[in-house]
C-alpha cells in the first residue's frame, strides 16, 4: 500500500501553523511530512520562509511518521558537510524515520550567497559530488574530500545514528534518475505526464540494477500539488493568487526574486493549469488523479493543496479521499 503524506510548504504557512496542520493530517490519516527548505516564498503572497530544520525537529516530535526535507540543496548555500551533520543528528533523534531528499538548487533559494550561478549540468554534477562527500561522512570515519567543486579537510561526524538516512534525489530528468539509481537510495519527482513518468522510471531502474541494486527495493515518492476547495471557483482561485507558480510553463531554477515571479503571475490564465496541477472541488476527482500515480508504481505521494483551507481540506480528504485509495 502507497503512504499519502502531508507536505509541509515552509513559504507558505508560519511554522508554528505548519505545526498544527503536520498533527491534524497524522490524525486524519496521513502518513509522514515533506517539508519545503526555502529562505524565499515563491511569490510574496505566500509570505513565509521558516528554516527546514528548525521545523522538522518539532514536527517530528509531535508526529510519528516519515520526515524529510522535500528537497535541500547541498551546494550552494551549505556546504554538503553541515548537510551530512543535520541529517545525522536527525537520523540519530528519530531513527528510521528521517530521510534526507537533495536536489540541484533553485536561484531563489541559492543566489544570496552570492558568485556566479552555474547552469543546470553543473549544478547537477556539484549536487553528486556532494552526495560523495555525504556518503563518506555517514562512515562514522575520519575523511577527507578534494573533488571538481569541494574541498573537505579531515572531518568526521561525531554524533552519527544506528544506520545512516537513505538519501533520496530529486529530479524530472532521465538522466539524473539513472546517477539517481546507481548512487542513491530512491528518487523524487513531481506530477507530470504518464509517458515522461515511466520514462524516468526506466533510467532510475536500469541505473539501479547497474549498481547491482534490486530497483524495487528503492523508493519511488511523488510530491503532488493539487487545488481543493468547496467550489470549482475558490479551487481556481486559490491556485491563481497563491500556487500561480504551479501554472508557469517554463524552468524557473533561474529566477532570483519573489518579486520577478509575481511579474510573471500576471500572465498566468486558468488554461495554464492544465494537465499540470489538478483543481476541483469534487475529493472523487483528486482520488482518481492520486490512485493514478500509485497505480504508476508511486511508493509514497506527499499532497500539497495549494490553498489556506488546510484545515478542512485535510478533514475532506481525510473522509473521502484517504480511506478509497488502494
Given at each position: 500500500m502507497a503512504q499519502i503524506g502531508y507536505a509541509a510548504m515552509l513559504e507558505q504557512f508560519h511554522p508554528k501553523d505548519l505545526l498544527g496542520f503536520c498533527v491534524q493530517a497524522e490524525a486524519a490519516g496521513f502518513s509522514g511530512v515533506m517539508a519545503a527548505?526555502?529562505?524565499?516564498?515563491?511569490?510574496?503572497?505566500?509570505?513565509?520562509a521558516g528554516f527546514v530544520w528548525s521545523f522538522m525537529t518539532a514536527a517530528a516530535e509531535r508526529t510519528r511518521g516519515d520526515i524529510g526535507p522535500g528537497v535541500t540543496c547541498p551546494s550552494f548555500r551549505s556546504h554538503p558537510a553541515i548537510?551530512?551533520?543535520?541529517?545525522?543528528?536527525?537520523?540519530?533523534?528519530?531513527?528510521?524515520?528521517?530521510?534526507?531528499?537533495?536536489?540541484?538548487?533553485?536561484?531563489?533559494?541559492?543566489?544570496?550567497?552570492a558568485g556566479y550561478w552555474p547552469e543546470v549540468a553543473e549544478r547537477i554534477s556539484r549536487m553528486f559530488e556532494s552526495v560523495e562527500i555525504i556518503r563518506k561522512?555517514?562512515?562514522?570515519?575520519?575523511?577527507?574530500?578534494?573533488?571538481?567543486?569541494y574541498k573537505m579537510e579531515t572531518m568526521r561526524l561525531w554524533t552519527m545514528p544506528e544506520h545512516p538516512p537513505p538519501i533520496y534525489i530529486a529530479t524530472a530528468g532521465p538522466v539524473t534518475a539513472e546517477k539517481t539509481g546507481r548512487f542513491c537510495d530512491g528518487l523524487i519527482t513531481v506530477g507530470a505526464p504518464e509517458e515522461k513518468i515511466d520514462g524516468v522510471f526506466q533510467r532510475?531502474?536500469?541505473?539501479?540494477?547497474?549498481?547491482?541494486?534490486?530497483?524495487a527495493s528503492l523508493p519511488k515518492i511523488l510530491q503532488l500539488h493539487l487545488s481543493w476547495a468547496p467550489t470549482d471557483e475558490e479551487a481556481m482561485r486559490n491556485a491563481l493568487t497563491e500556487w500561480p507558480n504551479g501554472g508557469m510553463k517554463f524552468p524557473k531554477a533561474d529566477i532570483r526574486s519573489p518579486n520577478d515571479f509575481a511579474q510573471m503571475?500576471?500572465?498566468?490564465?486558468?488554461?495554464?493549469?492544465?494537465?499540470?496541477?489538478?483543481?476541483?472541488?469534487?475529493?472523487?476527482?483528486?482520488?482518481?488523479?492520486?490512485?493514478?500515480?500509485?497505480?504508476?508504481?508511486?511508493?509514497?505521494?506527499?499532497?500539497?493543496?495549494?490553498?489556506?483551507?488546510?484545515?478542512?481540506?485535510?478533514?475532506?480528504?481525510?473522509?473521502?479521499?484517504?480511506?478509497?485509495?488502494?
Open positions: 527548505d526555502h529562505v524565499q516564498p515563491w511569490v510574496p503572497q505566500q509570505g513565509q548537510i551530512a551533520q543535520a541529517a545525522a543528528t536527525m537520523a540519530a533523534m528519530y531513527p528510521g524515520r528521517f530521510w534526507l531528499g537533495l536536489g540541484s538548487g533553485e536561484a531563489l533559494n541559492e543566489h544570496i550567497v561522512l555517514f562512515t562514522g570515519k575520519d575523511v577527507k574530500h578534494a573533488g571538481e567543486y532510475f531502474e536500469k541505473g539501479a540494477r547497474e549498481a547491482g541494486k534490486d530497483p503571475a500576471k500572465i498566468v490564465r486558468p488554461e495554464d493549469f492544465q494537465g499540470r496541477m489538478l483543481i476541483s472541488a469534487d475529493p472523487d476527482a483528486h482520488r482518481r488523479e492520486i490512485q493514478k500515480f500509485i497505480d504508476l508504481g508511486f511508493d509514497r505521494v506527499y499532497l500539497h493543496n495549494v490553498g489556506r483551507n488546510q484545515v478542512e481540506w485535510i478533514e475532506v480528504f481525510g473522509k473521502q479521499v484517504l480511506p478509497k485509495l488502494h
